[in-house]
């Protein structure tokens, strides 16, 4: 079974800050993982994804996130936020075999203050 | 091209009611997935298809939820009877692939169950 822990459900930066959103995942085999985004009264947006090529990942809107096997580690990072940044951040993993579940962490709430 | 779409947008009821929500997938799209959100936590899977077979409904609540794909193309989720630990908001997502592919998500229907 999968599983992933956001640590820290919400976070507040200041606009051109570094933004640090931590998530940690659990598997049993190896992972694929996830990082959506979901703004208000809207569904979720992928942001980027690991899938066992480059564990440097580069997403949409400037944001990246880099796959530690030894820490169990995939933490989405914005060298410097902007305030259309606002809004839910979900980690997510999958197993490696087909049909497998996409399971979410419980998500992380980013202000972005002027 | 069009997103997944999501009808109705919004719902309220009265507990032991019943109520349906439709979603049609993107076009092509052969693997569809129901989600319920619940405020302040991350989507669960209640039930994946493919094509027009169930792949994952081991979180479906089978006493009083259902789904089905008839066609392989749209679905329709049926709650009978709700209850107040129902309310959420259910998201529907299709992906072209099972596993690494992307999700795409709609923009979800809102039950509030009074």
């Known amino acids: 079974a999968q599983s992933v822990t956001q640590l820290g459900s919400h976070v507040s930066v200041s606009e051109g800050a570094l933004v640090l959103l931590r998530c940690n995942y659990s598997?049993?085999?190896?992972?694929?993982l996830f990082w959506y985004v979901q703004y208000p009264n809207q569904g979720l947006q992928l942001l980027l994804k690991?899938?066992?090529?480059?564990?440097l990942v580069k997403g949409i809107n400037g944001f990246e996130a880099e796959f530690k096997k030894s820490e169990t580690s995939f933490h989405l990072t914005k060298p410097s936020a902007h305030m259309s940044d606002a809004a839910e951040y979900f980690c997510?993993?999958?197993?490696?075999?087909?049909?497998?579940?996409?399971?979410f962490g419980e998500g992380t709430q980013l202000t972005v203050n002027p | 091209e069009a997103g997944v779409a999501q009808s109705p947008r919004y719902k309220i009821i009265e507990k032991r009611q019943s109520v349906a929500f439709w979603c049609n997938p993107i076009?092509?799209?052969?693997?569809l997935y129901w989600y319920q959100q619940i405020l302040g936590q991350g989507p669960k899977l209640l039930i994946q298809?493919?094509?027009?077979?169930?792949?994952?409904d081991s979180q479906l609540p089978k006493d009083r939820f259902s789904a089905e794909r008839l066609k392989g193309v749209d679905s329709t989720l049926k709650i009978q009877p709700a209850k107040l630990e129902d309310s959420a908001v259910y998201l529907c997502?299709?992906?072209?692939?099972?596993?690494?592919?992307?999700?795409?998500f709609g923009e979800g229907s809102r039950l509030t169950v009074l």
């Open positions: 997502a299709s992906s072209f692939l099972q596993g690494a592919g992307e999700l795409f």
């Open positions: 598997s049993s085999v190896p992972p694929y």
């Open positions: 690991y899938t066992s090529a480059a564990t």
């Open positions: 997510a993993v999958s197993a490696k075999t087909s049909g497998s579940r996409l399971t």
């Open positions: 076009s092509g799209h052969a693997t």
């Open positions: 298809f493919q094509n027009n077979g169930v792949v994952d």
